[in-house]
């Protein structure tokens, strides 16, 4: 996959199918319409998403923003996927302000040579958000694209979001986020040594340090499936920041998992660990031993839970 990142100036090697968003959380919606740019890749189009870098409401709010998805994890989806293009393109003071007609003309024609464009009924671009479908649609002839506005996926009734599924997130509420992501919610990174604190309580964890920008859901204990080296491994997963034993005044959060019938290390492995369901809060136990009790409760409570199941 080829990543066009930080250039105002570009042009595509061949004409493309693109598709415009943030897909912050690349739910079901988002797989719509990356289907749609997919199935036209067949016809010979490079499949090509479109972003903004930052996104749009990290700049706006000039506040550090948290996504359910991560720019590297981002990219790695849309490899997986098979997108051709992935395009970060600058936001700042000048692109900001770019007129929506010039943004169709100068970006969608000359830079991204767009022949195929797939978009959700809730498009803007463009200064202060002034373009949206009805001129994308109006411009596909003197452009020389071929538009198509994809209707919303809803969920019980409501449309899929990233708002609701960071709700969901941030509330604990992992089996209504899977269900609008349409796979579990993930944190990504490598296996780092950590002070191998499970271990010298009996309970081996492979440990990660979540990226600065991944939005967490609340601390404490999860029910989880990790994939490392294309196997794919039950756990169960402590978010947090290990109050009986972090003797730091504000320590970082980690997420740490014991691994069902695994044996071995994983240090500085790739490791993808999917959040399945909550189980019990975070909490500080008045000694080691409570502690250890405690993690045995939830290992035989995780044991319960995946009896049965193939992962």
């Keep these: 996959m080829q990543i066009v990142s930080g250039e105002e100036k570009f042009r595509l090697k061949a004409p493309a199918a693109v598709v415009i968003g943030k897909f912050d959380g690349l739910h079901l919606g988002h797989k719509k319409l990356l289907d749609r740019i997919l199935e036209e890749k067949e016809k010979g189009l490079l499949a090509t998403v479109f972003t903004f870098d930052p996104s749009p409401t990290a700049f706006f709010s000039r506040q550090e923003e948290k996504g359910l998805t991560t720019k590297e994890e981002k990219r790695r989806h849309f490899r997986q996927m098979g997108v051709d293009v992935l395009v970060e393109f600058p936001l700042n003071q000048r692109t900001a302000a770019m007129p929506p007609e010039r943004f169709l003309t100068d970006i969608l024609q000359d830079s991204l040579r767009a022949a195929f464009v797939a978009a959700g009924d809730?498009?803007?671009?463009?200064?202060?958000?002034r373009g949206d479908c009805k001129m994308l649609?109006?411009?596909q002839e003197r452009c020389g694209y071929c538009a198509r506005i994809m209707e919303k996926v809803y969920d019980?009734?409501?449309p899929i979001s990233s708002t609701r599924i960071r709700r969901a997130v941030q509330e604990g509420r992992m089996e209504e986020a899977q269900r609008m992501l349409g796979a579990p919610y993930a944190i990504m990174g490598k296996v780092n040594h950590g002070?191998?604190?499970g271990r010298r309580l009996g309970f081996p964890t492979v440990n990660?340090?979540?990226?600065?920008?991944?939005?967490?859901p609340p601390f404490g204990v999860y029910l989880s499936e990790v994939e490392c080296r294309e196997k794919i491994f039950a756990g169960i997963t402590n978010i947090g920041v290990r109050p009986t034993v972090e003797k730091?005044?504000?320590p970082l959060p980690g997420?740490?998992?014991y691994?069902?019938?695994f044996s071995g290390d994983m240090y500085d492995s790739f490791l993808t660990v999917r959040l399945l369901s909550f189980c019990r809060p975070e909490q500080k136990f008045d000694d080691m031993q409570a502690l250890r009790e405690q993690l045995k409760r939830d290992i035989r409570a995780g044991q319960a839970y995946f009896d049965g199941k193939i992962l």
């Design 208 to 216: 990660l340090a979540p990226p600065k920008d991944k939005l967490l």
């Design 195 to 197: 002070r191998q604190l």
């Design 137 to 139: 649609l109006d411009f």
């Design 248 to 250: 730091e005044a504000q």
């Design 156 to 158: 019980q009734g409501e």
């Design 259 to 261: 691994l069902y019938n």
């Design 255 to 257: 997420v740490e998992t």
């Design 122 to 129: 809730d498009l803007s671009f463009g200064d202060r958000g």
